[in-house]
């Protein structure tokens, strides 16, 4: 290790990285466009990206010698690491029968209203230890890792019992402190009706135990509902939403999935952070989304696993929307990949490389309040970084169902290499 005093910007600076000689680095900047410097290194300093720019002048202020670990990027490409901004990533079981079921031509609602689906993964977790629960998670963050994921959001919502739904939420801080990938927890009691009870019965237990008990904890930042035909109506997602507002977690919605009910408005009305899916989204929806500041989140793993037509990208995009595009990995879209997803994202929703690119990251990031400039590797954002096996950051999309990512650095510090 080495350390020279003062030359890093402060006493006990340290250099932690030098990632040098790459083909290019992606930056993302303030107006949503790429940086792309050419034959180019990146600097971390305390975990900080310190300077970006052509490898000559970078390496002479910084040089690779000096750091605690330099990165030969030669012929390869540096973006940000991935933020995957909607997943239901901890569960247990295996419900691989149903995409066969699905292949045949069952719906998700035939699934889940024959005590499958979700309510199948319900009984797995109830089941389930939490030693077992948080085995299950830290391997499917190891799988996300070295796909190029250093930040991911995790809902609860396969307990739909208090006792159940707290003891995912802190699975998750668990595997948030021993793993390398950041998580940021959200409650999702309200994901299905359990079994045998009433919906607004459900609701009420929800509103009046399940969110007081997680606020107590402290263990939730989000508070999501799945508003859908079937499900929770728009009047009981306000419910849950408005509860889970004044205990302190900002909402989100899972909105127009599989029908259009309106989750889209109650997201804008509430101030949500993020309206998921958005299948079935309207023109009035997307305008809503605009005046609100929602982030729109479009998951086109579950459109792809459905058999559903995909959401339409470019109307938000052509609004001027900050798209956001996530995994929604969970029993019914297994897929952990942002790779994939971007791939889905450019062909089946005609967004370009680029957008791909900022949808996985900066704008995912702001899907998840954070203010800190994460997903845009500018100097003093965290050093966050994947590193291709190849030598342009579009061969995230165009290498379609294979995994571009070589080498990952949270802080600066190598937490994945192949
Ligand atoms: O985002 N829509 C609700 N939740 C998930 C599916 C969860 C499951 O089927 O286990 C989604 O698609
Ligand atoms: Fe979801």
């Known amino acids: 290790m080495s350390t020279r005093d003062s030359e890093y910007g402060g006493n006990d600076s340290e250099l932690t990285a030098v990632v040098h000689d790459a083909a290019e680095i992606v930056t993302v900047e303030e107006d949503g466009s790429l940086g792309i410097y050419e034959d180019a290194a990146v600097a971390v300093v305390d975990g900080k990206v310190a300077r970006i720019g052509a490898t000559g002048p970078v390496t002479r202020e910084y040089p690779p010698e000096d750091a605690r670990l330099s990165v030969d990027a030669s012929g390869k490409a540096v973006i940000p690491g991935f933020i995957d901004s909607h997943t239901h990533a901890l569960f247990a079981g295996d419900r691989s029968d149903e995409f066969e079921a699905k292949l045949r031509g069952k719906t998700y609602q035939e699934i889940l209203s024959e005590g499958g689906g979700i309510l199948r993964t319900v009984r797995a977790v109830r089941e389930a230890s939490d030693e077992e629960l948080l085995s299950n998670l830290v391997s499917q ?10 930040t991911v959001e995790i809902k609860s919502g396969y307990g739909l019992d208090t006792e159940t ?6 699975v998750i801080a668990r595997a948030d402190d021993r793993h390398a990938v950041d998580v940021i927890p959200t409650f999702m009691g309200a ?33 999501d509902v799945f508003c859908e035909e079937g499900v929770f109506s728009v009047e009981q997602s306000r419910r849950v939403l408005r509860a889970g507002k004044e205990y302190g977690m900002t909402p989100k919605v899972h909105a127009e999935e599989l029908a259009h009910i309106g989750g889209t408005q109650l997201a804008a009305e509430l101030g949500a952070t993020s309206a998921d899916h958005l299948l079935y989204a309207t023109e009035e929806d997307v305008e809503a989304v605009v005046e609100s500041s929602v982030v729109p989140v479009l998951l086109p793993g579950t459109a792809f696993g459905l058999g559903a037509e995909f959401a339409d990208a470019r109307a938000f995009l052509d609004a001027g929307a900050p798209v956001a595009v996530a995994t929604d990995f969970n029993p019914n879209c297994y897929s952990q990949s942002m790779g994939f997803a971007a791939s889905l994202s450019c062909v089946e929703m005609g967004m370009t490389p680029a957008e791909a690119l900022v949808a996985g990251t900066k704008h995912a990031g702001m899907a998840l309040d954070m203010e800190d400039g994460s997903g845009t590797l500018q100097p003093g954002t965290s050093g966050d970084i994947a590193v291709l096996d190849a030598p342009s950051y579009v061969h995230v999309p165009y290498n379609f169902g294979v995994n571009a990512v070589e080498t990952v650095l949270k802080g600066g510090e190598v937490v994945h290499r192949v």
């Open 141 to 150: 963050l190891d799988t996300m890792l070295a796909h190029g994921t250093t």
């Open 165 to 170: 739904e707290l003891r995912m939420l802190k």
């Open 191 to 223: 994901h299905a009706i359990p079994e045998n009870r009433d919906a607004d019965d459900y609701v009420d237990e929800v509103v009046e135990e399940q969110i007081p008990a997680v606020a107590e904890q402290g263990i939730a930042q989000f508070c």
